[in-house]
């Protein structure tokens, strides 16, 4: 079985400046998930989607593919993730058509969610094969986490324009709440939209502790979290 990992890696970035370059114990954002990706047998192709030459170099450095600098109306910061992997797959398949033909799927790693791990993203993997094998295949595997309880719509009130306090949601629901964390995506290479959720998308839930790092509050705890876990995991 052959994937394709597309890390979409810009140059710009609004909260932190050069964040895909940012280091986290020694390692960029952008290393840190080629390293993962090339730790997974399942996936066959690295490609790093970036309009910054120095993000490219940082790739190439560990051993991702780099074969285009991404167009500057591709790397704005309003740019959809869904024209973003559109670009990518459109050189794949005109490049690499055989490599295409044998492709099982795309998968999304974005360089912001440093504190994934391999097992979290192979067993995305082996959710969408397991689904496809079972002759049902689905679109996409997003990896969501648990919402908070505190968080639960049920639990959580809006501000109403005379200012009394309204329940968000009136109706309690049974079912697991959960929220994307943006960790990995697993996609049909044919239903690039369904990244977006539709009805055949299937979320496999994950405990770990994850940060997605949006600004610089995000940075100091997943170098907290992880520094503490290097810890732990040597102690």
């Known amino acids: 079985m052959r994937f394709l990992a597309v890390i979409p890696a810009r140059g710009g970035s609004k909260g932190i400046r050069k964040k895909n370059l940012i280091k ?36 190439l450095l560990h051993g991702a593919q780099v074969p285009f600098l991404r167009p500057a109306e591709l790397s704005r910061d309003d740019t959809p993730m869904v024209s973003v992997l559109r670009h990518a797959l459109a050189w794949f398949r005109e490049e690499m058509p055989k490599a295409t033909e044998c492709c099982d799927g795309l998968v999304l790693l974005q360089p912001t969610s440093p504190m994934r791990s391999v097992a979290l993203v192979k067993n995305a993997i082996k959710m969408f094969l397991k689904y496809k094998n079972d002759g049902n295949p689905v679109d996409c595997v997003h990896c969501v986490s648990p919402v908070p309880d505190i ?85």
């Open 151 to 235: 968080f639960r719509p049920d639990r959580i009130f809006r501000i109403a324009h005379d200012g009394i306090l309204r329940r968000f949601k009136n109706s309690v629901s049974n079912e697991q709440i959960v929220y994307r964390n943006g960790a990995a995506v697993i996609l049909d290479i044919g239903k690039i939209d369904a990244l977006t959720v539709n009805d055949r998308t299937v979320g496999i839930l994950t405990d770990e502790k994850l940060v997605s790092i949006d600004s610089l509050e995000d940075l100091i705890n997943a170098r907290f979290l992880i520094s503490k876990k290097k810890f732990i995991d040597n102690y």
């Open 24 to 59: 986290i114990d020694g390692l960029s954002l952008t290393a840190r998930t080629i390293l993962v990706a090339r730790a997974i047998d399942e996936i066959g192709y690295i490609l790093l989607s970036t309009d910054c030459h120095e993000i490219a170099n940082e790739g």
